[in-house]
């Protein structure tokens, strides 16, 4: 643990966790092997009917994909976070999350109170067990993020998942704009061509940001991501300098 940082805590593959992230620190990701994921979902934790919208994240920044540079903004047109480092140049913001029956049509079934922790969780399951701690249900999830997955298209249209896009040590750093509920599961991504249930695990730190400069990449990646910072500004001047 760094000396800037609040805490770190390590994930293995098939579980899930819950924090709140004030405005002005950076949760640091790090893949422990090849074929980890991590989905996570945002919330505003002063009205948590603000969450992650992914359509608008990828449409006003011009993109399929997520990487360093863009910017992941809410259903308010406020930014929650800004991709600083990305080491896999690719973050998935399509694939969504696996669920019980794909999870079971795939890899089998096994339960907590038969396998303990060598049951196989869902990503979807995963989240609503942690949107629970904060007055969320089932109406309330939305699409993911995938960190440390990539789903690309080929020529013909088709969605393709490349199980070579991470590495060991890959590192993902989102710094947070404005205060975040972060709910995160380490469960396997729905399109996982893997042959037995991943269980790659990822370190998860949170350490103080670096301030907002007026050079920023994430900030000058498009005219859409300034005025974006505006809104999130006016939203939290004080959080903002």
């Known amino acids: 643990m760094t000396l800037n940082s609040l805490f770190k805590h390590s994930y293995q593959g098939g579980q899930h966790g819950s924090l709140e992230v004030p405005a002005g620190y950076s949760l640091r990701f790090t893949a422990k092997d090849s074929g980890a994921n991590l989905s996570l979902l945002m919330y505003n934790p002063r009205n948590t009917s603000e969450r992650i919208n992914l359509p608008d994240t990828l ?54 109170q038969h396998h303990r922790n060598l049951w196989m969780q869902n990503g979807h399951d995963a989240m609503l067990v942690e949107m629970a701690k904060f007055g969320l249900g089932l109406r309330d ?17 088709v969605l393709a998942f490349d199980s070579e896009n991470t590495g060991a040590g890959d590192v993902i750093e989102l710094r947070f704009e404005m205060d975040t509920v972060v709910l995160l599961s380490t469960c396997p991504h729905p399109m996982n061509p893997s042959s037995t249930y991943p269980r790659t ?9 670096e301030p907002l400069t007026e050079d920023d ?3 000058n990646h498009c005219d859409e ?3 974006g910072f505006v809104n999130t500004r006016q939203y939290q001047p004080q959080l903002m300098g």
């Open 141 to 157: 999830v939305a699409a993911p993020m995938n960190l440390f997955s990539k789903v690309s298209t080929t020529d013909d249209g």
């Open 217 to 219: 990449a994430c900030l």
């Open 201 to 209: 695990g990822v370190d998860v730190e949170m350490v103080r940001a």
């Open 225 to 227: 991501n300034r005025r």
């Open 59 to 112: 449409k006003c920044q011009h993109t399929f994909k997520l990487t360093a540079g863009n910017c992941v903004y809410s259903d308010m047109g406020r930014i929650f976070c800004s991709i600083v480092r990305d080491d896999t140049g690719w973050i998935d913001s399509i694939g969504g999350l696996s669920n019980s029956q794909h999870v079971t049509t795939k890899w089998g079934a096994r339960d907590y």
